[in-house]
């Protein structure tokens, strides 16, 4: 515990003298050096498991495209498509290409961490901590593995973060956050149903102004609600 004390102190002195802009630099110099780490990393890969039908699927986009004809007659769409599209796009110009591929999630990831750093930056009290927060998501396992495949993982996160982000900053923009909420559905499907009655709860808790006013607060967050699934439905 004392190491961890240690730690923190030593940690919480560099940061606590930093201002708004020597954040945003140290933070887009790290997401830029984790950007070149993954681009020389993913030299060194092939596609396995499931990416190997993400893979072909983006290939048959690009040949249908690249016909002039558009991709809705074509099962092209496990866990949708428009993540896929920028690849297919580029795989007329370049052919097939695992590199290229993998190299769009790692941009994705890249966007992931910025705007995960604007979350806590604009958000909480504790701006120093921006910093660290970036370094805890682009140093956990999981965001660093998948960063370098072309499985679904990374455009699901990157849809919820900016989903987020976006939610708290103009929460009564239902356009643009249901639209937002759609990408998430559009990623990976499983991880919107899941996030739909958490989304609901956080609305009911919201907008509670008292035990007299329980139902007028809950009909208000159960319109909220539905109001974000529209571009879904």
Known sequence: MKKISKIYSVIKERISGLTQKDRKKIVIGIIVVYTILLSII??????????????????????????GKWISNYGVGVHGFIFKLPVALVFILTGPNIYIATFFHVILAAFTAWIFYLFFEENFKLKNWSIVSVLMLLTNYTFFSYSTTFHREIPVLFSFVLFTYFLIRKPENYLVNGLLLLLILEAKEYVFFALLIPLLGYYLVVNFNGVRNIFYSTWISIRTFLLLLVPSA
């Open 42 to 67: 993913i030299h060194f890969r092939f596609a396995v498991y499931d990416e190997k039908l993400f893979l072909h699927e983006t290939v048959m986009m690009s040949e249908i495209l690249k016909q």
